[in-house]
């Protein structure tokens, strides 16, 4: 009886296996023709210049428009990517697509917009990436000051010694290096610093705390040694107006988030360059 519960037990152990892992590959199989078939585009959310209330740049981020699904989020499809190492390739793309519409956009006059591309960690840490990077630029010929790439503390904080090479590596061509979701790793703000990186990025977290007293104070402090450490400073998710003012009070060089605009088609922000108006700046 224990024995032919045992096996019971490991046919359905088995049977799911076999289901999770079918799935995975159906998953991964979509993706790769996603890939194939141009299924994946890049929505733009704005930034805002928090002296002046003009947009400064955009930030790329990636949708898979699925035939029957609709419109994805990356939560539902970046974190297989990462796994299959389909990432690479995606990533690749949204480099590429991200350079080419800027450059339409500096072709147009909006000389002075710079574009943002998140990287992922095994993108970063793959060996090509700064030959990928240096192609994407000269395919598009876009000059590699307009170019932001959005890290993580982890993903440095992962191997620091591989890390700081390719970071100086990235300098040496003349991209811009931003830490994204600043706040939620394990870095110090001070040994941070040691990498070439040019801004942080204030985690949304830590904005949605304001005008907590507490969020307050850290997004204040922050702010100063940022500041004092020669680091430029942009908030992200802020969505109410006293967000803005404190940021503003603080000394906050930049501003992203649902307040001035969610993220959109590359024509509809197109639209936004001319009308934006960020009179509630104050
Ligand atoms: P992230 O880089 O931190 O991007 C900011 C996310 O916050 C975006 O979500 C954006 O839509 C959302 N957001 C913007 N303003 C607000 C706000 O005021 N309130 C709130 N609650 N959220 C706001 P999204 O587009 O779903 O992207 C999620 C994450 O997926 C990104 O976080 C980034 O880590 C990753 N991602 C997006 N595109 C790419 C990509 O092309 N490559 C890689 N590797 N990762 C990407
Ligand atoms: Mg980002
Ligand atoms: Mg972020
Ligand atoms: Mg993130």
Redesign the pocket.
């Known amino acids: 009886y224990r024995a032919k519960e045992r096996g019971n037990r490991y046919q359905i152990y088995a049977n799911e296996l076999n289901a999770i892992v079918s799935e995975q590959w159906t998953m991964e199989r979509n993706l790769r023709g996603a890939l194939e078939r141009g299924e994946f585009l ?2 733009y ?1 704005p930034k805002v210049d928090l002296q002046t209330g003009n947009i400064v740049g955009a ?5 898979w428009e699925h035939p029957v699904l609709g419109m994805l ?3 539902k499809f ?1 974190p297989l990517a ?1 796994e299959t190492g389909l ?1 690479i390739p ?2 690749d793309w ?1 480099l590429r697509e991200a350079c080419r519409q800027l450059k339409v956009w500096h072709e147009r006059g909006h000389h002075a917009l710079k574009i943002a ?4 960690t095994r ?1 970063f840490q793959q060996k090509d990436i700064v030959k990928d990077i240096l192609h994407a630029l000269a395919e598009t010929g876009v000059e590699p000051a307009f170019l932001e790439l ?1 890290l ?1 503390e982890s993903m440095v904080m992962q191997a620091p010694e591989e890390a700081r090479e390719t970071l100086e590596r990235l300098k040496e061509i003349g991209v811009q290096l931003s830490i ?2 600043f706040g939620t790793g394990y870095s110090s703000l001070s040994y941070l610093r040691s990498f070439p990186v040019d801004k942080l ?1 204030i ?2 977290e830590f904005i ?1 705390d304001i005008p907590d007293r507490d969020g307050e104070k850290i997004v204040n402090a922050v702010i100063q040694l940022a500041h004092s450490l020669q680091l430029q400073v942009i908030a ?4 109410r107006q006293e967000q803005v003012e404190m940021l503003k009070r603080a000394g906050c060089d930049e501003v ?4 001035f605009c ?2 959109i088609p590359p024509h509809e922000l197109e639209a936004k360059f001319q009308t934006f108006n960020s009179s509630f700046l104050v």
Request: no cysteine.
């Open positions: 890049l929505h959310q930030e790329a981020l990636v949708r989020s990356p939560a970046i990462e990432i995606l990533g949204v591309v998140n990287l992922s993108q959005e993580t994204d979701d990025k985690a949304r949605h992200e998710g802020v969505e992203q988030g649902y307040l969610r993220p």
